[in-house]
Each structure stands twice: as structure tokens, then as C-alpha cells.
């Protein structure tokens, strides 16, 4: 097993032999404040955040992952509504927050 040291020192080496290349890319103001907000979110470069958006995809929550999550909630807050209504309506705001995502 290797230790913490060796893998940070094998990754900085595999990180000086990657080749990078600049790359400029036209954003009107209003894209930009989207991208640099998104970056900011997951605490990376706004440059870095491009590339892995670009490479991994957008941010991984899709339409259909949503409906799935919504769901699940409604079940959840129509289990809880005779017991609690005021905690199955919370349920129910913080579902409907996922679609603001």
C-alpha cells in the first residue's frame, strides 16, 4: 500500500508531464457570470471549471434524475402529512428547490 507521500509525489510528477495547451473562448457578460458563479460554487478556477465542465459534463443533476428525487419526496411528505403536515410542507419546499438547481 502506498503511503500519502508517495501519491502525492506520483501525482505531481504525472502533473508535470501533462501537456497543457491555452485555449481563449468568446462568453458574452451574462455567461461569464454564470460560469464564474458555477466555479465559485464548486471552488475551482473559473479556466478549470470550463475544462471539467466540458470533459465531465454539466453539472450531473439531470431532468430525469430530478423527477426521480421529486418522487421520492412526494412519497416521503404524503407518509408523513397525516403525522406531521407542517414537516411533510418543509419536505415538500426543499423538493421543490431542487428543481431551482
Known amino acids: ?3 500519502r507521500k508517495q501519491k502525492q509525489e506520483e501525482l505531481a510528477k504525472k502533473r508535470a508531464e501533462e501537456v ?3 485555449k481563449s473562448i468568446r462568453l458574452n457578460h451574462h455567461d461569464l457570470a454564470i460560469v464564474e458563479k458555477k ?3 464548486k471552488g475551482m478556477k473559473t479556466s478549470t471549471y470550463i475544462a471539467y ?15 426521480s428525487v421529486q418522487n421520492i419526496i412526494n412519497h416521503a411528505a404524503d407518509a408523513l402529512e397525516h403525522f406531521t403536515p407542517e414537516e411533510a410542507q418543509k419536505i415538500r419546499m426543499k423538493g421543490n428547490a431542487i428543481w431551482d438547481l
Open 1 to 3: 500500500m502506498k503511503t
Open 20 to 22: 497543457k495547451e491555452t
Open 39 to 41: 466555479a465559485a460554487a
Open 53 to 67: 465542465a466540458a470533459v465531465q459534463g454539466c453539472d450531473g443533476v439531470t431532468p430525469a434524475i430530478k423527477v
